[in-house]
């Protein structure tokens, strides 16, 4: 049964990866959608992949998620156009560099505190009063094994993603006497920007990453939110970690 067609969803983060993913599936399955990135070009390219072959309504604009005001803007924008979301996906993420705690880059540890835990809180503040008003929505956090499991120089990543579980966590126990789910999807190693960004744009480093075993594919992700979102009101995912079969724990991987 398909429970998507129809539902306005917002994806932040939606111009690469994950994001992009989950524009794609919830398109093909008729749903609505609202995508938030700040790189304009990407986002016009997917809108244009996806506008003329779907006809659901989609509507893409740059915002980040970092810039409160920007935020409210564009969730105001959204809520006097009628346009609540349905659903909410909290994807917009990143890691930048890996370094040793006493070694680390300040401006790194900035970034992905800002971007995972005060970006994700920025875009919530904004869109889950409407829901809590409505009685109705669903939010899904992107953590990842990260939040489960520290590996060696993840130390700030692996903080904002511990973070993140926390905040789904403290969402549902807030939610409570609503018929709001709160969702979290923890994925171990995906192959999509997310090294490229971490190491400042070194490609061959990236690649590295991912050598050796067949990591998830950003559908594969994508596969398993829209399983969660597509479930009955009275069903809620509180967390589901999804790795890679060669990938161990999250830093125990069989490589050949
Ligand atoms: P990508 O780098 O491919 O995608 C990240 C997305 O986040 C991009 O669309 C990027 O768009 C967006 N983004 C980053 N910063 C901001 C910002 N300040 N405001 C708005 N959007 C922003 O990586 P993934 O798809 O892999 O990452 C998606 C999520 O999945 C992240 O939260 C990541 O932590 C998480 N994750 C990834 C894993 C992996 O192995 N790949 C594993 C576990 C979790 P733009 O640059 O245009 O703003
Ligand atoms: C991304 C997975 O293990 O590279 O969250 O931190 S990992």
């Known amino acids: 049964m398909n429970r998507i067609k129809g539902k306005l969803i917002l994806i932040t983060g939606a111009s690469s990866g994950i994001g992009a993913s989950c524009a794609r599936r919830f398109a093909a399955e008729g749903a609505d959608l609202v995508l938030w990135a700040r790189r304009a070009d990407r986002l016009e390219l997917l809108a244009a992949e996806l506008g003329p072959a779907s006809r659901v309504s989609l509507s893409v604009a740059v915002v980040d998620v970092r810039d409160r005001a920007a935020v409210n803007r564009a969730a105001e924008a959204l809520v006097a156009a009628g346009h609540v979301p349905d659903v909410l996906i909290n994807n917009a993420g990143l890691a930048s560099g890996l370094s040793k705690i006493h070694e680390g880059d300040p401006e790194d540890w ?105 990591p998830l594919t950003a559908d594969d992700v994508a596969d398993t939110i829209a399983y969660i979102v597509n479930l009955p009101e009275h069903v809620n995912i509180l967390d589901l970690i999804i790795v890679p079969t060669a990938q161990r724990n999250v830093y125990v991987v069989d490589r050949t």
């Open 110 to 214: 900035d970034r992905m505190i800002d971007t995972n835990l005060k970006g994700l809180l920025n875009v919530t503040r904004a869109v889950l009063p409407h829901m809590v008003a409505r009685r109705r929505g669903h939010v899904v956090n992107i953590g990842s094994t990260a939040g489960h499991q520290t590996y060696p120089m993840g130390n700030v990543y692996n903080a904002t993603k511990f973070g993140v579980r926390a905040l789904t966590e403290g969402m549902n126990l807030d939610v409570a006497g609503t018929p709001i789910r709160v969702s979290e999807v923890d994925p171990g190693f995906v192959e999509t920007e997310f090294s490229e960004v971490r190491f400042h744009g070194d490609r061959e480093r990236a690649k590295t990453v991912y050598q050796g075993f067949q």
